[in-house]
T-cell receptor
Framework: LAKTTQPISMDSYEGQEVNITCSHNNIATNDYITWYQQFPSQGPRFIIQGYKTKVTNEVASLFIPADRKSSTLSLPRVSLSDTAVYYCLVGDMKGEYGGSQGNLIFGKGTKLSVKP | NAGVTQTPKFRVLKTGQSMTLLCAQDMNHEYMYWYRQDPGMGLRLIHYSVGEGTTAKGEVPDGYNVSRLKKQNFLLGLESAAPSQTSVYFC??????????????FGPGTRLTVL
């Protein structure tokens, strides 16, 4: 599985746009890029997934350049409630541990702190 | 829908004791997973199951056993607990997605302390 590198922490203020970049130089052809969000004392929650170019949903956008060696999660106009840890994951349908499903490897993530 | 639920929420064990963590999901998902999360770390996969009656090892399976007797339940067992197993345990489930990586739905976690 491709190794990912993210900043350990980021600070922002309410109303700002936040961009969190993830590096994955060894991404494979079949790998997808997925982002999860985790609040304290809760399990992670899926935010967005993409393969190339740009993906947008109601909460975030994901930008993936042509070489796919990095990706950027963009959170528009953050609020205090967006304070959480954000994980970037790269993997495909055939997980490292075999089987017919995609195993996910969570790194340490990026701790985003939003201030008033 | 309750989603993914975990029982118990908290537990304190003494070294050498055994216990079983229960995960239940009501989304009819085929796949289920057990992760552990240690302070400052991401989640690490312990065991997973791709269907009723099947289990497989993940990244850190030693010291744990699992069973998937019913599709909706996935049990994680510690036969002889050790302090190194002090952690927060998360269960997750997913439905196989064609052409992409499954979205996993996580439970609220079980905080286990082994003294």
């Amino acid at each position: 599985l491709a190794k990912t590198t993210q900043p350990i922490s980021m600070d922002s203020y309410e109303g700002q746009e936040v961009n969190i970049t993830c590096s994955h130089n060894n991404i494979a052809t079949n790998d997808y890029i997925t982002w999860y969000q985790q609040f304290p004392s809760q399990g992670p929650r899926f935010i967005i997934q993409g393969y190339k170019t740009k993906v947008t949903n109601e909460v975030a956008s994901l930008f993936i350049p042509a070489d796919r060696k990095s990706s950027t999660l963009s959170l528009p106009r953050v609020s205090l409630s967006d304070t959480a840890v954000y994980y970037c994951l790269v993997g495909d349908m055939k997980g490292e541990y075999g089987g017919s499903q995609g195993n996910l490897i969570f790194g340490k993530g990026t701790k985003l702190s939003v201030k008033p | 829908n309750a989603g993914v639920t975990q029982t118990p929420k908290f537990r304190v064990l003494k070294t050498g004791q055994s216990m079983t963590l229960l995960c239940a999901q009501d989304m009819n998902h085929e796949y289920m997973y057990w992760y552990r999360q240690d302070p400052g770390m991401g989640l690490r996969l312990i065991h997973y199951s791709v269907g009723e009656g099947t289990t497989a090892k993940g990244e850190v399976p030693d010291g744990y056993n699992v069973s998937r007797l019913k599709k909706q339940n996935f049990l994680l067992g510690l036969e002889s607990a050790a302090p190194s197993q002090t952690s927060v345990y998360f269960c997750a489930s997913s439905y196989p997605t064609s052409g992409a990586v499954d979205e996993q739905f996580f439970g609220p976690g079980t905080r286990l302390t082994v003294l």
